[in-house]
């Protein structure tokens, strides 16, 4: 009992010891954080916040696989192409199905636009994007409802991983903005410990032409005009967002422009030969996971590409 207690004492001078900055004790969330993320310095800190679309499972997949990228949270938005109810739900179903659902946070974000365009994206499409994993004709898998969240929403996990951070750290944002330029605005001093911000989508003009990129919403084939417009719906579903993190003064932006999106045209037969190439093989659930595209999203079967 007696070792017992001077062990205890140990462990607390040892907390106590990392509960200072500037001088100032730690609140007890702070240094809730500050054990968790245990870095790894010799790998690249990567926060990606999603608004959890099938091709963001893709590449999250992927980027739990780089052995030189340390994936230090996802974070998720609920105003692009998945609803409020699915964005947060979904990550976690997804990271248990691929086995990965132990050691990464997922903080549940914003569900509202700064400022949108008035852009609505097609139900039918979000719908499907929802139930991609569960639904019959789809995947038809189970979902676990024993997974829990962090702690954190995303723009706690959002700061507090940056500001916690050893080294500057690169987010990846797949979806809207909104989380980010919601967590710059309640801390600006985050910003110094952004390395690099990556957006998806991105068709970046000079910053006074945001409104260019958005589409004309009174066109009568509207919501497919959004394929005429320059933009990607993760700007004008947000425009202000994209406004507050393009003039925050994060030094690197790198923007995937649509037009280089589709340059990269992939249907099922080049997706195995690509996979025979390099000698890649994929478990029944992920195969399924990315080949089932158009099957679950398409209302017909003419469009037989994965982008
Ligand atoms: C979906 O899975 C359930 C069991 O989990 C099974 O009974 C059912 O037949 C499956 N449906 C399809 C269309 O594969
Ligand atoms: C949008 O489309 C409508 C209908 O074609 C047209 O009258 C209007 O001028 C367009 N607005 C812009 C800003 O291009
Ligand atoms: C797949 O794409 C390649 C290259 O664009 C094309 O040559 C081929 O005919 C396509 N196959 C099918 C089944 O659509
Ligand atoms: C691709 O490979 C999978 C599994 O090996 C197979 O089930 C599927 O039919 C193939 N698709 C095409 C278009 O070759
Ligand atoms: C399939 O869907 C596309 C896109 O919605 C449409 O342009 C095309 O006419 C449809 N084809 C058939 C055969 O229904």
Redesign the pocket.
Known sequence: MRDHRILLTLVFLKIVNNCYVDSRPLTFIEQQVQLCINQDVKRQPVIIDTDTDVDDLWAIHYLLNVPTVDVLAITTVGNGYSKPFYSGSNILTFLDLIGCSNGIGVGYGVNLPLMSSGYIIPSSLLNAIDSYMTA??CL?Q?VNIFLQPSPFGAIELIKLSLKYSKIPVDILILGTMTNLATAISEDRSIISKIGSVYFSGGQFKSINSYPSLVPNVTLPNYPDSEENSDGSPNAYLDMLAVQRVGMSGIKNIVAMPLIIQNTMPINLTQLNETLKRLNIQLKPFVLNFISSFVKCTSPNQTTIYLK
């Open positions: 019959a004709t038809n189970s």
